[in-house]
C-alpha cells in the first residue's frame, strides 16, 4: 500500500518543466464535484511534457507572468460529463486552454502564432471589446498543424470555428 501511495504522491509533484507541474495539468474542478479519476497514464504525461516544453514553458518565459490553466488533461470519463468532442486532444494530454493575467488573450494568440511549434492553435469566444474575455486554447502533437481558429457562438447559439490571419 505504502509504494502505490508514494507512487500516487510522486506524479502529483512531477515537474513537467521549470514551471509546470503534472498537478496543475490534471486539476479539475468538476472532475472532483462529480469523484471522477483524472489521472493521467504515462504516455499522457508525455504528451503534456511535450506540451509543457514546446508551447507553454516558451509562453511562460517570454511573458514572465503564470501561465493559468483552465483545462489540461481530461479523463475520457470527464470530458463526456463536460459535453467535449470525445476526439478532444484534452483527452490525449495533447491541450490546454490557457489565459495569462493582464495579457490581451488575442495578443497571446499572435505571440504562440508566431513563436512556437503547435498543432491547433484556438482563440475561443474572444470579443474585442474586452481584451480579457475567452481564452486560448492550444495543442502539441508530433506532426503539428499550425491549425489557427477563432471559436464564436452563431445566432442559434452553436460553437462555430473559422480560420483566423
Not at 5 to 23: D, G, H, K, R, V
Not at 48 to 55: A, G, P, T, Y
Not at 153 to 161: A, E, F, L, S
Request: proline share 3%; hydrophobic share 35%.
Amino acid at each position: 500500500m505504502f509504494g502505490r501511495y508514494y507512487l500516487f504522491q510522486s506524479i502529483n509533484i512531477m515537474q513537467l518543466t521549470e514551471n509546470f507541474s503534472l498537478a496543475e495539468l490534471t486539476k479539475s474542478q468538476m472532475a472532483t464535484r462529480l469523484g471522477f479519476d483524472n489521472k493521467p497514464n504515462q504516455q499522457h504525461i508525455l504528451s503534456l511534457k511535450k506540451l509543457c516544453e514546446n508551447v507553454l514553458q516558451p509562453i511562460r518565459n517570454r511573458f514572465e507572468k503564470p501561465v493559468i490553466i483552465s483545462s489540461g488533461f481530461r479523463s475520457a470519463e470527464l470530458n463526456k460529463a463536460i459535453g467535449s468532442s470525445s476526439k478532444s486532444q484534452h483527452c490525449k494530454g495533447e491541450a490546454a486552454d490557457i489565459e495569462i493575467y493582464g495579457i490581451d488573450n488575442k495578443i497571446l494568440a499572435q505571440w504562440i502564432h508566431n513563436n512556437t511549434k503547435y498543432d491547433q492553435l484556438i482563440l475561443e469566444f474572444y470579443k474585442e471589446s474586452d481584451p480579457q474575455s475567452g481564452w486560448v486554447h492550444v495543442s502539441f502533437t508530433d506532426k503539428c498543424r499550425k491549425q489557427f481558429l477563432k471559436a464564436y457562438k452563431d445566432q442559434n447559439g452553436k460553437t462555430r470555428y473559422m480560420p483566423w490571419q
